[in-house]
């Protein structure tokens, strides 16, 4: 069935340095594919998306690129702050209405 | 322009009760899902509701169940608690049934569920 796969965490980085969070997934079709933040004792945010091969979604200074030769969709960012620090989840949705997700990678920002 | 609602926030039930969770769409959305956040896991999706209908499920057993007001709101019903359904249930609504095109689905904070 259709998966997502994300790195685990905790990544742990200092202030302004490079983020990259790994995802990649398994689907039939062509799925959408997005990136939720969870911010602690929170609901799930939208944070970028993306609905065909090629795009890149962004937002916040978060990027991340619709690769489908490789079934990826890494989230990038080229400075992270204090305030990134959160659970970050890949989802993509196949040919149904429903969102799957990754098990989710806990980034932790220091000053 | 009220968000997704969710009540109550935390919910303390003891095995072999049951349980009911509230859920109100954004504004202009129509359709609700729901889904279920194990500790430290990702979201899993239960069911979802559209028009009142449960349009999609997810593999959960019968003991959870839910209902769609005429007002777009949702109720989410769990019987026979077991440890196990002891999560974060979140509720998100979105706009007709296009999530596979990208419409976004917004989420509410959730309902902690604690089943001792």
């Known amino acids: 069935g259709n998966s997502v796969t994300q790195m685990e965490g905790p990544v742990t980085l200092s202030e302004e340095a490079f983020l990259t969070i790994n995802c990649t997934y398994t689907?039939?079709?062509?799925?959408?594919l997005f990136w939720y933040v969870q911010y602690p004792g929170e609901g799930l945010q939208l944070l970028l998306k993306a609905t065909k091969a090629d795009d890149k979604g962004s937002n916040k200074g978060f990027e991340a690129t619709y690769r489908k030769e490789t079934t990826s969709f890494h989230l990038e960012k080229g400075s992270v702050q204090v305030s990134d620090s959160a659970v970050y989840f890949c989802?993509?949705?196949?040919?149904?209405?429903?969102?799957?997700f990754g098990s989710g990678t806990r980034l932790l920002v220091r000053p | 322009d009220a968000g997704v609602t969710q009540s109550p926030t935390h919910l303390i039930k003891t095995r072999g009760q049951q349980v009911t969770l509230r859920c109100s769409p954004k504004?202009?959305?129509?359709?609700v899902s729901w889904y279920q956040q194990a500790l430290g896991q990702g979201p899993q999706f239960i069911f979802q509701y559209y028009e009142e209908e449960e349009r999609q499920r997810g593999n959960f057993p019968d003991r959870f169940s839910g209902h769609q007001f005429p007002n777009y709101s949702s109720e989410l019903n769990v019987n026979a608690l077991l440890l196990g359904d002891s999560a974060l249930y979140l509720c998100?609504?979105?706009?007709?049934?296009?999530?596979?095109?990208?419409?976004?689905?917004?989420f509410g904070p959730g309902t902690r569920l604690l089943v001792l």
């Open positions: 998100a609504s979105s706009f007709g049934l296009a999530v596979r095109d990208g419409e976004t689905q917004y």
């Open positions: 504004s202009g959305h129509d359709t």
């Open positions: 689907a039939t079709g062509y799925p959408s």
């Open positions: 989802a993509l949705t196949d040919s149904s209405y429903k969102l799957i």
